[in-house]
């Protein structure tokens, strides 16, 4: 079964600097895909970013960015420049290639910004 | 669009009644999911449907909890009876088919 892990229960970052979160995870598929989901107070679950595993080049949204590297089964997100509306729970988040597969979480990073 | 709708965004109810939560997934999109979440256990998956039909309902917890797709832009998700143990917040998500999942608001459920 596919299992995805996040190490860091809680994450603080400055306000301009650069954080990033860590996402391992585990599967014998070689077709599926990874994502960042960010659930800010409200409970929304809002997407981030998201990777192809059959795409060897790092998926980048503004000022998200992801480094994925399949072998070692590592997926962490890296928020530059952050802001305090970055606060919030994030969630890492694995789909297997079929494109119906239901959602695996990790347990998700709070991550606080300070002024 | 409007995005997933959800409804009641807030239920409180008591124990034994009957709960039934209500969403409209993105025009267009084939699959839909529910998901509980809890402090406990995090995110997790109830059912997910594709094309109106249900898929894998592994996650429902027991008898009490069902689900329904009667069209593709309608489900819902009936606990009876109720106990306080269901009280979480009840996302539902739909999928175009490739891969990524859009998220509605969710319900938060609370059971006296």
């Known amino acids: 079964a596919q299992t995805v892990t996040q190490s860091q229960p809680e994450m603080s970052v400055q306000e301009a600097e650069t954080v990033t979160l860590s996402c391992t995870y585990d599967t014998s598929e070689s077709d599926y895909y990874l994502f960042w989901y960010k659930q800010p107070p409200s409970r929304q679950m809002i997407l981030v970013i998201r990777q192809e595993a059959y795409k060897q080049q790092n998926a980048t949204e503004n000022r998200f960015s992801v480094n994925f590297q399949k072998a070692a089964k590592s997926f962490s997100l890296k928020i530059s420049d952050s802001q305090l509306g970055d606060a919030a729970m994030y969630f890492c988040?694995?789909?297997?290639?079929?494109?119906?597969?239901?959602?695996?979480f990790g347990k998700g990073t709070k991550l606080s910004v300070k002024p | 669009d409007a995005g997933v709708i959800q409804s009641p965004r807030h239920e409180v109810t008591e124990m034994g009644q009957e709960v039934t939560l209500r969403c409209k997934p993105i025009?267009?999109?084939?699959?839909l999911f529910w998901y509980r979440q809890t402090m406990m256990r995090g995110l997790e998956l109830l059912i997910y449907?594709?094309?109106?039909?249900?898929?894998?309902d592994s996650g429902m917890p027991e008898d009490r909890f069902s689900a329904k797709m009667p069209n593709a832009s309608f489900s819902t998700l009936k606990i009876q009876p109720s106990e306080p143990r269901d009280s979480a917040v009840y996302f539902c998500?739909?999928?175009?088919?490739?891969?990524?999942?859009?998220f509605g608001p969710g319900t938060r459920l609370l059971v006296l």
């Open positions: 988040a694995y789909s297997g290639g079929g494109s119906q597969g239901n959602l695996i």
């Open positions: 998500a739909s999928n175009p088919g490739l891969g990524t999942q859009y």
């Open positions: 025009s267009g999109h084939n699959s």
């Open positions: 449907f594709n094309n109106n039909v249900p898929i894998d």
